[in-house]
């Protein structure tokens, strides 16, 4: 994620300097995007790997009885 971040960072300095350079503008766009989608997978990963913790525990019977 740290090139992607770096990358998004140069694009906005760019589009900062010159609001109408439209080649920094797609790309910034673009890495956006693809940011939040992963952004979205690594939170389905951590929710899945959550639930599968708690059913776990609880089919362990140490807290409750299921």
């Given at each position: 994620?740290?090139?992607?971040n770096?990358?998004?960072?140069?694009?906005?300095?760019?589009?900062?300097?010159?609001?109408?350079?439209?080649?920094?503008?797609?790309?910034?766009?673009?890495?956006?995007?693809?940011?939040?989608?992963?952004?979205?997978?690594?939170?389905?990963?951590?929710?899945?790997?959550?639930?599968?913790?708690?059913?776990?525990?609880?089919?362990?019977?140490?807290?409750?009885?299921?």
């Amino acid at each position: 994620m740290v090139p992607m971040n770096k990358a998004m960072t140069k694009h906005a300095e760019t589009l900062e300097r010159d609001a109408t350079d439209e080649k920094a503008a797609k790309e910034l766009r673009r890495l956006q995007k693809r940011w939040q989608g992963l952004n979205y997978g690594r939170a389905a990963i951590m929710l899945a790997a959550s639930i599968t913790s708690l059913y776990g525990l609880l089919q362990d019977g140490a807290v409750v009885r299921l």
